[in-house]
């Protein structure tokens, strides 16, 4: 597991969520999973750890992975990705309902981004695959990839989508596709938390990763 000072992504994760007072964390695991199971094991100080395994993550994108964690959900909760590295400052604003983490937009980012209108919600969310996407985007927040949702708006909202999409044959694709969607309908609000003057990296290559140990190096 990738490690940066000497603490796994993962246990730094955990150690964030501990610290915001989460009784629960639900894993889902697919490529190294027993690694990960042995490594964390079924509790983390006194938060519960619980493991959904996606056995086709090979052949399927996290929109399979986000539906098959939402059997195991009841409650207002926190979505975050494995491969972010994050500080607790940034962290702790994202403890309340229906909010996504963004940042103003840089050169080096890649992935969906948003427009916040004037009450600093989500307003236009654009994926990679977005037809119409700008292709200038400095005006615009790249998603963190941390989500808080209420529970009953995320299941009437979220969920139905999130079964379409691999219903229709659409398995391939992010689960920000679901969100995107809900926000089009109307169903979804999502307050912008501005993660902007913390430190957080979101690592997709070993250049990411250099990246990362740079900036947590202190």
Known sequence: MLEVQGKSLLARML???????????ILVVGYQADFIRKHIGQQWKDMAIQYVANDECETTNNVVSLAMATSFLNRDFILLEGDLIFEWDAFKKMLGPNRIAVDHFQTYMDGTVVSIDEQGYTDQFYLKSTLGRPSNLTAYYKTVNIYSFDFENYSSAVVPRLHHLIESGQSQLYYEQAIADAIDGNDLQLECVLFSGTRWYEIDTEDDFKQAVDLFAS
Do not use: D
Request: glycine share 10%; net charge negative; proline share 0%.
């Open 15 to 25: 150690v964030h969520l501990h610290q915001a007072g989460i009784e629960e964390t």
